[in-house]
Protein backbone atom coordinates (compact mmCIF):
# COMPACT_ATOMS: atom_id res chain seq x y z
CA UNK A 1 0.00 0.00 0.00
CA UNK A 2 1.33 3.40 -0.85
CA UNK A 3 1.84 5.58 1.67
CA UNK A 4 1.55 8.76 0.67
CA UNK A 5 3.06 11.68 2.74
CA UNK A 6 3.01 14.93 2.38
CA UNK A 7 5.16 17.28 4.61
CA UNK A 8 3.73 20.04 6.37
CA UNK A 9 6.35 22.85 6.33
CA UNK A 10 7.02 24.80 9.36
CA UNK A 11 5.69 28.64 8.99
CA UNK A 12 9.02 30.18 8.69
CA UNK A 13 10.46 27.93 5.69
CA UNK A 14 7.47 29.36 3.51
CA UNK A 15 6.75 27.21 0.78
CA UNK A 16 10.47 26.93 -0.32
CA UNK A 17 11.42 23.59 -0.13
CA UNK A 18 8.97 20.67 -0.11
CA UNK A 19 10.25 17.62 1.90
CA UNK A 20 9.20 14.24 0.42
CA UNK A 21 10.99 12.15 3.39
CA UNK A 22 12.71 13.13 6.83
CA UNK A 23 16.06 12.36 6.81
CA UNK A 24 15.68 13.08 10.95
CA UNK A 25 15.01 9.78 10.77
CA UNK A 26 17.84 8.28 9.64
CA UNK A 27 20.39 9.01 12.67
CA UNK A 28 20.26 10.28 15.90
CA UNK A 29 22.43 13.23 17.34
CA UNK A 30 25.45 11.10 17.97
CA UNK A 31 25.24 10.33 14.17
CA UNK A 32 24.20 6.56 15.18
CA UNK A 33 21.88 5.00 12.24
CA UNK A 34 18.73 4.19 12.90
CA UNK A 35 17.37 3.60 9.92
CA UNK A 36 14.78 0.69 10.43
CA UNK A 37 15.61 -1.17 7.15
CA UNK A 38 19.53 -0.73 7.78
CA UNK A 39 19.87 -4.36 9.20
CA UNK A 40 17.98 -6.20 6.37
CA UNK A 41 18.30 -4.38 3.42
CA UNK A 42 20.39 -6.63 0.64
CA UNK A 43 22.64 -4.73 -1.36
CA UNK A 44 23.84 -6.94 -3.92
CA UNK A 45 22.52 -6.05 -7.53
CA UNK A 46 21.90 -10.39 -7.30
CA UNK A 47 19.69 -10.00 -3.60
CA UNK A 48 17.96 -6.51 -4.53
CA UNK A 49 16.05 -8.28 -7.42
CA UNK A 50 15.18 -10.96 -5.76
CA UNK A 51 13.84 -9.86 -1.99
CA UNK A 52 12.57 -6.84 -2.23
CA UNK A 53 9.89 -7.92 -4.60
CA UNK A 54 8.78 -9.76 -0.95
CA UNK A 55 10.16 -6.79 1.23
CA UNK B 1 28.20 28.39 3.40
CA UNK B 2 29.48 25.49 1.64
CA UNK B 3 27.28 23.65 -0.68
CA UNK B 4 27.33 19.62 0.13
CA UNK B 5 29.52 18.14 -2.89
CA UNK B 6 26.50 14.90 -2.99
CA UNK B 7 23.79 16.80 -4.27
CA UNK B 8 21.78 15.96 -7.79
CA UNK B 9 19.42 18.17 -9.16
CA UNK B 10 16.95 17.92 -12.03
CA UNK B 11 14.41 20.61 -13.78
CA UNK B 12 11.35 18.77 -13.88
CA UNK B 13 9.92 21.68 -15.45
CA UNK B 14 9.84 25.59 -15.52
CA UNK B 15 8.01 25.66 -12.06
CA UNK B 16 9.98 22.46 -10.23
CA UNK B 17 13.02 21.21 -9.93
CA UNK B 18 13.90 17.84 -8.33
CA UNK B 19 16.55 17.91 -5.38
CA UNK B 20 18.47 14.93 -3.94
CA UNK B 21 21.41 14.67 -1.23
CA UNK B 22 23.14 11.06 -1.56
CA UNK B 23 24.73 11.63 1.57
CA UNK B 24 21.41 12.28 4.26
CA UNK B 25 19.27 10.61 1.83
CA UNK B 26 16.77 14.14 1.52
CA UNK B 27 14.78 14.12 -1.66
CA UNK B 28 12.97 17.60 -1.92
CA UNK B 29 11.24 19.07 -4.57
CA UNK B 30 12.21 23.03 -5.04
CA UNK B 31 10.69 25.98 -7.13
CA UNK B 32 13.06 26.32 -9.80
CA UNK B 33 13.52 29.75 -9.89
CA UNK B 34 14.50 29.58 -6.23
CA UNK B 35 17.15 27.08 -7.43
CA UNK B 36 18.66 28.72 -10.44
CA UNK B 37 19.05 31.38 -7.89
CA UNK B 38 21.10 29.48 -5.12
CA UNK B 39 22.95 27.89 -8.08
CA UNK B 40 23.83 31.19 -9.14
CA UNK B 41 24.71 31.69 -5.54
CA UNK B 42 22.10 34.76 -5.38
CA UNK B 43 20.83 33.86 -2.17
CA UNK B 44 23.77 36.20 -0.64
CA UNK B 45 25.45 33.21 1.05
CA UNK B 46 27.68 34.10 3.62
CA UNK B 47 30.39 32.25 5.47
CA UNK B 48 29.02 33.18 8.99
CA UNK B 49 25.21 32.24 9.08
CA UNK B 50 23.40 33.79 11.99
CA UNK B 51 21.43 31.98 14.09
CA UNK B 52 19.02 34.74 13.82
CA UNK B 53 18.88 34.34 9.91
CA UNK B 54 15.19 33.89 8.80
CA UNK B 55 16.19 33.11 4.87
CA UNK B 56 13.03 31.27 5.11
CA UNK B 57 15.37 29.00 2.32
CA UNK B 58 18.53 28.62 3.90
CA UNK B 59 17.55 27.19 7.29
CA UNK B 60 16.27 23.70 5.58
CA UNK B 61 18.55 23.33 3.50
CA UNK B 62 21.41 23.42 5.55
CA UNK B 63 19.13 21.02 8.09
CA UNK B 64 18.47 18.80 5.34
CA UNK B 65 22.06 18.43 4.34
CA UNK B 66 22.50 20.79 0.53
CA UNK B 67 24.24 23.05 2.69
CA UNK B 68 27.11 23.10 5.92
CA UNK B 69 28.21 26.52 7.68
CA UNK B 70 31.76 25.41 7.95
CA UNK B 71 33.84 24.24 5.00
CA UNK B 72 34.67 20.70 7.04
CA UNK B 73 31.40 19.82 8.16
CA UNK B 74 30.07 17.51 5.95
CA UNK B 75 33.27 15.53 5.72
CA UNK B 76 33.11 15.38 9.28
CA UNK B 77 29.78 13.84 9.08
CA UNK B 78 30.91 11.73 5.98
CA UNK B 79 33.78 9.97 8.13
CA UNK B 80 31.55 9.67 11.50
CA UNK B 81 28.74 8.00 9.88
CA UNK B 82 31.23 5.74 8.14
CA UNK B 83 32.83 4.84 11.76
CA UNK B 84 28.66 3.94 12.87
CA UNK B 85 27.93 2.86 9.74
CA UNK B 86 30.93 0.32 9.87
CA UNK B 87 29.66 -0.81 13.52
CA UNK B 88 26.07 -1.00 12.98
CA UNK B 89 26.69 -3.37 9.91
CA UNK B 90 27.96 -6.14 12.24
CA UNK B 91 24.90 -6.79 13.63
CA UNK B 92 23.25 -7.40 9.99
CA UNK B 93 22.56 -11.14 9.59
CA UNK B 94 24.70 -13.56 7.43
CA UNK B 95 23.83 -15.56 4.71
CA UNK B 96 24.76 -19.04 3.82
CA UNK B 97 24.36 -20.59 0.39
CA UNK B 98 25.25 -23.69 -1.02
CA UNK B 99 26.02 -24.66 -4.17
CA UNK B 100 25.24 -28.50 -4.59
CA UNK B 101 26.51 -28.68 -7.88
CA UNK B 102 28.72 -26.37 -10.53
CA UNK B 103 27.27 -28.41 -13.53
CA UNK B 104 23.92 -27.06 -15.33
CA UNK B 105 21.12 -28.73 -17.84
CA UNK B 106 20.90 -25.99 -19.78
CA UNK B 107 23.06 -23.49 -22.05
CA UNK B 108 21.73 -20.26 -21.77
CA UNK B 109 22.80 -17.66 -24.44
CA UNK B 110 24.22 -15.33 -21.10
CA UNK B 111 25.25 -16.98 -18.57
CA UNK B 112 28.24 -15.78 -16.83
CA UNK B 113 29.09 -19.44 -15.28
CA UNK B 114 30.04 -21.10 -18.79
CA UNK B 115 32.90 -22.59 -17.85
CA UNK B 116 31.58 -23.76 -14.43
CA UNK B 117 31.06 -27.30 -15.27
CA UNK B 118 34.74 -27.74 -16.12
CA UNK B 119 36.07 -27.84 -12.25
CA UNK B 120 37.02 -31.54 -11.21
CA UNK B 121 34.67 -30.92 -8.66
CA UNK B 122 31.42 -31.10 -9.74
CA UNK B 123 28.92 -31.90 -7.09
CA UNK B 124 28.89 -31.68 -3.58
CA UNK B 125 29.57 -34.80 -1.72
CA UNK B 126 28.41 -36.19 1.58
CA UNK B 127 31.98 -35.51 3.33
CA UNK B 128 31.53 -32.21 1.97
CA UNK B 129 27.94 -31.60 3.38
CA UNK B 130 29.00 -33.04 6.59
CA UNK B 131 32.38 -30.16 7.32
CA UNK B 132 30.06 -27.80 5.66
CA UNK B 133 27.21 -28.21 8.34
CA UNK B 134 30.25 -28.38 11.21
CA UNK B 135 31.40 -25.21 9.91
CA UNK B 136 27.85 -23.48 10.15
CA UNK B 137 27.08 -25.12 13.94
CA UNK B 138 30.25 -23.30 14.65
CA UNK B 139 28.94 -19.68 13.46
CA UNK B 140 25.78 -20.55 15.27
CA UNK B 141 28.10 -21.54 18.47
CA UNK B 142 29.54 -18.29 18.11
CA UNK B 143 26.16 -16.13 17.90
CA UNK B 144 26.60 -15.30 14.08
CA UNK B 145 22.72 -15.02 13.00
CA UNK B 146 21.96 -16.95 9.80
CA UNK B 147 18.95 -14.79 8.03
CA UNK B 148 18.80 -17.55 5.27
CA UNK B 149 20.26 -20.94 3.87
CA UNK B 150 20.13 -20.37 0.04
CA UNK B 151 20.65 -23.15 -2.70
CA UNK B 152 22.56 -21.50 -5.63
CA UNK B 153 24.38 -23.35 -8.96
CA UNK B 154 25.51 -24.10 -11.63
CA UNK B 155 22.23 -26.06 -11.25
CA UNK B 156 20.71 -26.78 -7.70
CA UNK B 157 17.77 -28.90 -8.10
CA UNK B 158 19.65 -31.99 -10.68
CA UNK B 159 18.69 -35.88 -9.97
CA UNK B 160 22.50 -36.36 -9.07
CA UNK B 161 21.98 -33.46 -6.33
CA UNK B 162 18.85 -34.46 -4.86
CA UNK B 163 20.26 -36.01 -1.18
CA UNK B 164 22.08 -33.34 -1.46
CA UNK B 165 19.21 -31.24 -1.32
CA UNK B 166 17.57 -32.92 1.04
CA UNK B 167 19.71 -33.14 3.67
CA UNK B 168 20.25 -28.99 3.35
CA UNK B 169 16.93 -28.82 3.50
CA UNK B 170 16.31 -31.07 6.60
CA UNK B 171 19.66 -29.05 8.40
CA UNK B 172 17.72 -25.88 7.63
CA UNK B 173 14.32 -27.34 9.10
CA UNK B 174 15.91 -28.25 11.93
CA UNK B 175 17.58 -24.81 12.96
CA UNK B 176 14.47 -22.88 11.89
CA UNK B 177 16.44 -21.36 9.40
CA UNK B 178 15.04 -19.78 6.11
CA UNK B 179 15.13 -21.20 2.21
CA UNK B 180 15.67 -19.73 -0.91
CA UNK B 181 16.65 -21.51 -3.91
CA UNK B 182 17.67 -20.24 -7.44
CA UNK B 183 16.98 -22.78 -10.63
CA UNK B 184 16.03 -22.67 -13.48
CA UNK B 185 12.76 -24.41 -12.94
CA UNK B 186 13.32 -27.24 -15.53
CA UNK B 187 13.41 -30.41 -13.25
CA UNK B 188 11.42 -28.41 -10.10
CA UNK B 189 8.68 -31.12 -10.03
CA UNK B 190 10.87 -34.18 -9.42
CA UNK B 191 12.05 -32.28 -5.95
CA UNK B 192 7.98 -31.17 -4.91
CA UNK B 193 8.30 -34.18 -2.43
CA UNK B 194 11.28 -32.73 -0.59
CA UNK B 195 9.65 -28.70 -0.79
CA UNK B 196 6.95 -29.33 0.25
CA UNK B 197 7.46 -30.40 4.12
CA UNK B 198 10.05 -27.27 4.37
CA UNK B 199 7.66 -24.66 2.34
CA UNK B 200 6.32 -22.78 5.27
CA UNK B 201 10.17 -22.04 5.31
CA UNK B 202 10.83 -21.25 2.03
CA UNK B 203 10.81 -17.39 1.10
CA UNK B 204 11.07 -18.68 -2.61
CA UNK B 205 12.13 -20.61 -5.33
CA UNK B 206 13.30 -17.94 -8.34
CA UNK B 207 12.88 -19.55 -11.38
CA UNK B 208 13.41 -17.45 -14.49
CA UNK B 209 11.48 -17.32 -17.62
CA UNK B 210 12.54 -14.56 -20.11
CA UNK B 211 9.50 -14.14 -22.21
CA UNK B 212 6.75 -15.78 -24.41
CA UNK B 213 7.71 -19.30 -25.36
CA UNK B 214 9.49 -18.48 -28.69
CA UNK B 215 11.73 -15.81 -26.93
CA UNK B 216 12.57 -18.13 -24.10
CA UNK B 217 13.12 -20.43 -25.58
CA UNK B 218 15.90 -19.45 -28.11
CA UNK B 219 17.93 -17.97 -25.17
CA UNK B 220 17.49 -20.79 -22.10
CA UNK B 221 17.66 -24.41 -23.75
CA UNK B 222 19.08 -27.36 -23.10
CA UNK B 223 22.65 -28.76 -24.51
CA UNK B 224 20.65 -30.78 -27.09
CA UNK B 225 18.47 -27.65 -28.41
CA UNK B 226 15.43 -28.21 -26.60
CA UNK B 227 13.88 -25.29 -24.85
CA UNK B 228 12.36 -24.95 -21.24
CA UNK B 229 9.53 -23.06 -21.58
CA UNK B 230 6.88 -26.09 -21.31
CA UNK B 231 8.41 -28.14 -18.62
CA UNK B 232 9.10 -24.79 -16.37
CA UNK B 233 5.18 -23.63 -17.42
CA UNK B 234 4.11 -26.89 -15.59
CA UNK B 235 6.54 -26.86 -12.66
CA UNK B 236 5.18 -23.30 -11.94
CA UNK B 237 1.84 -24.77 -11.68
CA UNK B 238 2.88 -27.36 -9.61
CA UNK B 239 4.70 -24.98 -6.88
CA UNK B 240 1.42 -23.03 -6.75
CA UNK B 241 -0.59 -25.73 -6.65
CA UNK B 242 1.18 -26.44 -3.35
CA UNK B 243 1.53 -22.81 -2.41
CA UNK B 244 5.02 -23.05 -2.48
CA UNK B 245 6.20 -19.16 -3.13
CA UNK B 246 7.48 -18.93 -6.46
CA UNK B 247 9.14 -15.99 -8.08
CA UNK B 248 9.78 -15.50 -11.46
CA UNK B 249 12.95 -13.55 -12.93
CA UNK B 250 12.67 -11.96 -16.35
CA UNK B 251 16.48 -11.43 -17.39
CA UNK B 252 16.18 -8.30 -20.08
CA UNK B 253 18.12 -6.88 -22.80
CA UNK B 254 17.28 -5.40 -25.92
CA UNK B 255 16.29 -8.79 -27.38
CA UNK B 256 13.28 -9.44 -25.09
CA UNK B 257 12.16 -6.03 -23.63
CA UNK B 258 9.54 -5.60 -26.38
CA UNK B 259 8.08 -8.81 -24.97
CA UNK B 260 7.41 -7.53 -21.94
CA UNK B 261 3.58 -7.15 -22.69
CA UNK B 262 3.03 -10.77 -24.39
CA UNK B 263 4.31 -12.24 -21.13
CA UNK B 264 2.65 -10.59 -18.90
CA UNK B 265 -0.42 -11.67 -20.61
CA UNK B 266 0.77 -14.66 -20.57
CA UNK B 267 1.49 -15.34 -16.94
CA UNK B 268 -2.35 -12.80 -16.00
CA UNK B 269 -4.00 -15.78 -18.42
CA UNK B 270 -2.84 -18.41 -16.00
CA UNK B 271 -3.28 -16.67 -12.96
CA UNK B 272 -0.25 -16.31 -11.63
CA UNK B 273 -0.50 -12.41 -11.09
CA UNK B 274 -2.76 -12.83 -8.77
CA UNK B 275 -1.28 -15.38 -7.09
CA UNK B 276 -0.51 -15.32 -3.13
CA UNK B 277 2.35 -17.36 -3.16
CA UNK B 278 3.68 -15.51 -6.73
CA UNK B 279 6.08 -12.59 -7.68
CA UNK B 280 7.82 -11.70 -10.68
CA UNK B 281 10.53 -9.00 -10.83
CA UNK B 282 12.69 -7.86 -14.03
CA UNK B 283 16.92 -7.76 -13.95
CA UNK B 284 19.12 -6.08 -16.23
CA UNK B 285 21.14 -9.28 -17.67
CA UNK B 286 25.00 -7.94 -17.04
CA UNK B 287 28.40 -8.72 -18.06
CA UNK B 288 30.61 -8.02 -15.73
CA UNK B 289 33.83 -9.28 -17.54
CA UNK B 290 33.07 -6.48 -19.87
CA UNK B 291 33.52 -2.72 -19.52
CA UNK B 292 31.48 -1.95 -22.43
CA UNK B 293 28.27 -2.75 -23.64
CA UNK B 294 27.76 -5.32 -26.07
CA UNK B 295 24.04 -5.73 -27.70
CA UNK B 296 21.98 -6.85 -26.72
CA UNK B 297 23.45 -5.38 -23.82
CA UNK B 298 22.90 -1.25 -23.47
CA UNK B 299 23.96 1.41 -21.76
CA UNK B 300 21.16 1.73 -18.43
CA UNK B 301 19.60 5.25 -20.02
CA UNK B 302 18.87 3.14 -23.13
CA UNK B 303 17.57 0.61 -21.34
CA UNK B 304 15.45 2.68 -19.18
CA UNK B 305 13.96 4.83 -22.19
CA UNK B 306 12.60 1.84 -23.73
CA UNK B 307 11.29 0.23 -20.87
CA UNK B 308 9.60 3.32 -20.11
CA UNK B 309 7.86 3.36 -23.51
CA UNK B 310 6.38 0.28 -22.87
CA UNK B 311 4.91 0.97 -19.76
CA UNK B 312 3.61 3.97 -21.54
CA UNK B 313 1.38 1.50 -23.09
CA UNK B 314 0.33 -0.29 -20.70
CA UNK B 315 0.48 1.13 -17.04
CA UNK B 316 -0.37 -2.67 -15.14
CA UNK B 317 2.83 -3.79 -16.47
CA UNK B 318 4.43 -0.43 -14.37
CA UNK B 319 2.83 -1.67 -11.14
CA UNK B 320 3.82 -5.14 -11.88
CA UNK B 321 7.14 -4.76 -13.06
CA UNK B 322 8.47 -1.22 -11.39
CA UNK B 323 12.27 0.26 -12.60
CA UNK B 324 13.73 -1.55 -9.67
CA UNK B 325 16.56 -3.19 -11.98
CA UNK B 326 17.88 -0.19 -12.06
CA UNK B 327 20.51 1.12 -9.24
CA UNK B 328 20.52 4.19 -9.96
CA UNK B 329 16.60 4.39 -8.88
CA UNK B 330 15.92 2.00 -6.37
CA UNK B 331 16.26 4.96 -3.28
CA UNK B 332 14.11 7.05 -4.54
CA UNK B 333 11.17 4.29 -5.31
CA UNK B 334 11.88 2.81 -2.27
CA UNK B 335 11.25 6.18 -0.47
CA UNK B 336 7.98 7.23 -2.96
CA UNK B 337 6.45 3.65 -2.08
CA UNK B 338 6.73 4.97 1.56
CA UNK B 339 10.19 4.47 3.13
CA UNK B 340 11.18 6.76 5.89
CA UNK B 341 15.06 7.39 4.40
CA UNK B 342 17.91 4.98 2.79
CA UNK B 343 21.01 4.44 4.57
CA UNK B 344 24.24 6.04 2.68
CA UNK B 345 26.07 3.13 0.74
CA UNK B 346 29.53 2.90 1.54
CA UNK B 347 30.59 -0.50 0.28
CA UNK B 348 28.69 -2.00 -2.99
CA UNK B 349 27.52 -5.52 -1.87
CA UNK B 350 27.33 -8.01 0.88
CA UNK B 351 30.53 -9.25 -0.69
CA UNK B 352 32.40 -6.30 0.74
CA UNK B 353 31.25 -7.33 4.32
CA UNK B 354 31.59 -10.62 3.83
CA UNK B 355 27.81 -11.19 4.57
CA UNK B 356 27.97 -14.20 2.10
CA UNK B 357 29.44 -18.24 2.78
CA UNK B 358 29.08 -19.77 -0.19
CA UNK B 359 29.93 -23.38 0.37
CA UNK B 360 31.08 -25.21 -3.20
CA UNK B 361 31.75 -28.67 -4.49
CA UNK B 362 35.22 -27.54 -4.85
CA UNK B 363 35.83 -27.73 -1.30
CA UNK B 364 35.95 -23.60 -0.88
CA UNK B 365 33.90 -20.86 0.45
CA UNK B 366 33.29 -17.91 -1.77
CA UNK B 367 31.72 -14.80 -0.62
CA UNK B 368 30.23 -13.36 -4.18
CA UNK B 369 28.21 -15.80 -6.38
CA UNK B 370 29.47 -14.49 -9.46
CA UNK B 371 33.31 -15.80 -8.12
CA UNK B 372 32.44 -19.01 -7.37
CA UNK B 373 34.94 -21.66 -9.17
CA UNK B 374 37.61 -18.87 -9.10
CA UNK B 375 39.13 -20.12 -6.28
CA UNK B 376 41.76 -17.23 -6.35
CA UNK B 377 38.77 -15.20 -4.92
CA UNK B 378 37.64 -17.69 -2.42
CA UNK B 379 37.96 -16.44 1.24
CA UNK B 380 38.40 -20.31 2.87
CA UNK B 381 38.02 -23.38 3.04
CA UNK B 382 35.76 -25.71 4.59
CA UNK B 383 37.05 -28.85 3.48
CA UNK B 384 39.04 -31.01 3.74
CA UNK B 385 39.58 -29.15 6.58
CA UNK B 386 38.43 -25.06 7.38
CA UNK B 387 40.59 -22.86 7.40
CA UNK B 388 39.91 -18.71 5.93
CA UNK B 389 42.56 -16.67 3.83
CA UNK B 390 43.21 -13.30 5.72
CA UNK B 391 44.63 -11.99 2.28
CA UNK B 392 41.48 -12.65 -0.12
CA UNK B 393 39.15 -11.08 2.70
CA UNK B 394 41.16 -8.20 3.11
CA UNK B 395 40.65 -8.30 -1.19
CA UNK B 396 36.49 -8.11 -0.69
CA UNK B 397 36.63 -5.98 2.42
CA UNK B 398 39.42 -3.39 2.01
CA UNK B 399 37.09 -1.50 -0.73
CA UNK B 400 34.62 0.86 0.29
CA UNK B 401 34.03 4.60 -1.15
CA UNK B 402 36.74 6.39 1.43
CA UNK B 403 39.53 3.42 -0.48
CA UNK B 404 38.67 4.33 -4.21
CA UNK B 405 40.56 7.70 -5.01
CA UNK B 406 38.19 8.27 -7.93
CA UNK B 407 35.17 8.15 -6.12
CA UNK B 408 36.37 10.79 -3.37
CA UNK B 409 35.15 13.69 -6.20
CA UNK B 410 31.86 11.82 -7.13
CA UNK B 411 28.44 13.15 -6.07
CA UNK B 412 27.00 9.91 -6.72
CA UNK B 413 29.28 7.94 -4.34
CA UNK B 414 27.44 7.15 -1.15
CA UNK B 415 24.36 6.09 -3.87
CA UNK B 416 26.87 3.74 -5.72
CA UNK B 417 28.89 2.01 -3.17
CA UNK B 418 31.91 1.91 -5.99
CA UNK B 419 30.37 -0.47 -7.90
CA UNK B 420 31.08 -4.38 -8.45
CA UNK B 421 34.07 -5.39 -7.15
CA UNK B 422 34.19 -8.42 -9.28
CA UNK B 423 34.10 -6.24 -12.11
CA UNK B 424 37.13 -4.62 -10.89
CA UNK B 425 39.26 -7.56 -10.15
CA UNK B 426 38.40 -9.24 -13.49
CA UNK B 427 38.09 -6.09 -15.95
CA UNK B 428 41.25 -4.08 -14.05
CA UNK B 429 43.14 -6.88 -12.51
CA UNK B 430 42.45 -5.31 -8.60
CA UNK B 431 39.98 -4.79 -5.77
CA UNK B 432 40.28 -0.69 -6.14
CA UNK B 433 39.31 0.56 -9.44
CA UNK B 434 35.63 1.75 -9.11
CA UNK B 435 33.34 0.54 -11.96
CA UNK B 436 30.47 3.22 -12.38
CA UNK B 437 27.23 2.69 -13.71
CA UNK B 438 25.09 5.45 -15.37
CA UNK B 439 23.74 7.30 -12.31
CA UNK B 440 23.60 10.88 -14.07
CA UNK B 441 21.79 9.51 -17.06
CA UNK B 442 19.40 7.09 -15.56
CA UNK B 443 18.26 9.72 -12.91
CA UNK B 444 17.83 12.61 -15.59
CA UNK B 445 16.05 9.87 -17.84
CA UNK B 446 13.97 8.77 -15.49
CA UNK B 447 13.10 12.15 -14.37
CA UNK B 448 12.10 13.35 -17.45
CA UNK B 449 9.93 11.02 -18.05
CA UNK B 450 8.43 10.39 -14.84
CA UNK B 451 8.99 13.93 -12.57
CA UNK B 452 5.95 14.93 -13.25
CA UNK B 453 4.31 11.84 -12.02
CA UNK B 454 6.07 12.57 -8.51
CA UNK B 455 4.80 16.01 -8.38
CA UNK B 456 1.67 15.00 -8.89
CA UNK B 457 1.56 12.02 -6.23
CA UNK B 458 2.33 14.93 -3.32
CA UNK B 459 0.07 17.27 -4.97
CA UNK B 460 2.60 19.82 -5.95
CA UNK B 461 1.14 22.14 -8.80
Known amino acids: ?55 | MFASKFTYYYKINNKYSFMNNFLTGAIDIIKTKDLEKLRANDFKLSKKLSKKNKNPLLNPLIERGYYYINENDENKLFHELFKNYKKKIKKRPIKIVFCPSYVCNLKCTYCFEKDLFKNKNKFISDSHLNFAFNVIEKFLKDNKKISSIELFGGEPLLPRSKESVKKILNFAYKKNIRISIITNGVLANEFIGILKPVKNLIDMLQITIDGPLAIHDKRRKSYSGKGSFSQIEKNIDLLLKNKINTNIRVNIDMENIDYLPELYEFIDKKNWVSHPNFKIQLSKVTDHKNAECVYPIVKDNILLEKLISIYNQNQQLEKTFSFNMFKPLRHILYILNGAENVAPRYFNCESNLIELYIFCPDGFIYTCPESIGDSNTAIGRYYPDLEFFENNIKIWTDRNILKLKECSNCKFAPLCGGGCPYSSILIHKNNLTPVCEDFQDVLDTYLKFRGNEILKKYNIS
Open chain 1, 1 to 55: MVNVVIKTLKKDWGEKLKSINDTKKLWNKDKKFKAANFNTSPMCCWFWCIIFGWG
